[in-house]
């Protein structure tokens, strides 16, 4: 198992942005496809965003042109770019593997509140 470990997250105002970062202890090009997640209070885990090895991004519509994801394959690094962010963004944020998916790490609280 790779151990995953997000950082990152804070308290911010709407509008403003964050970026995630999740470091694997381990090789991350051998899960290809890497995720964000996100759980906010008594809502499902769900995927936000996914890239590819090769880069090929996609995003789940409620972040689409907000949220950016990116990887540093060399650094065994995820990052998660979130702009123009809203309150109902407000969630813990989890990566993962989308199709092999290890030990979930502890997350990074993300929450957007005036």
């Known amino acids: 198992q790779v151990q995953l470990v997000e950082s990152g997250g804070g308290l911010v105002q709407p509008g403003e942005s964050l970026t995630l970062s999740c470091a694997a202890s381990?090789?991350?090009?051998?899960?290809?496809?890497m995720g964000w997640y996100r759980q906010a209070p008594g809502k499902q885990r769900e995927l936000v965003a996914s890239?590819?090895?090769?880069?090929?991004?996609n995003y789940a519509d409620s972040v689409k042109g907000r949220f950016t994801i990116s990887r540093d394959n060399a650094k065994n690094t995820v990052y998660l770019q979130m702009n123009s962010l809203k309150p109902e963004d407000t969630a813990v944020y989890y990566c993962?593997?989308?199709?092999?998916?290890?030990?979930w790490g502890q997350g990074t609280q993300v929450t957007v509140s005036s």
């Open positions: 993962n593997a989308v199709i092999r998916p290890q030990n």
């Open positions: 381990g090789s991350i090009l051998s899960f290809n496809t």
């Open positions: 890239i590819t090895a090769v880069g090929r991004a």
